[in-house]
């Protein structure tokens, strides 16, 4: 079986990535295109155009979540993208035990 049948059997019809252009980094939405033997194509792209492929990830996972779209990342990009997870975690931590703090003293 050639690579793009498998990509095609593996996952869903449409996903999420993050890309480069001239413009810079953006989220994009890719899908299968069935005609000609199938290949992957851009369906829509996001509005922002960003310095770092870490920024639009933030725009990709958002598009992902209102469109009920995976997030399927490029191997070099997981690795950044689990980072502002982690740091955005700790980031509503922190928020979160701010706010606590804060009703407390009010108590």
Known sequence: MSAQLLAKIDAPTKHVDVTEGMSGHFAV?????PDMGGFW????????????????????????EAEGLPVRLRPELERSASAVE?????LEAAVQTSIAISKARRA
């Open 29 to 33: 939405i890719i899908w299968w295109n």
């Open 41 to 64: 194509e851009p369906w829509d792209t996001g509005e922002g155009r960003y310095a770092t492929a870490t920024e639009a990830y933030l725009e990709a996972k958002a598009i992902g």
């Open 86 to 90: 982690r740091a955005f975690g700790l």
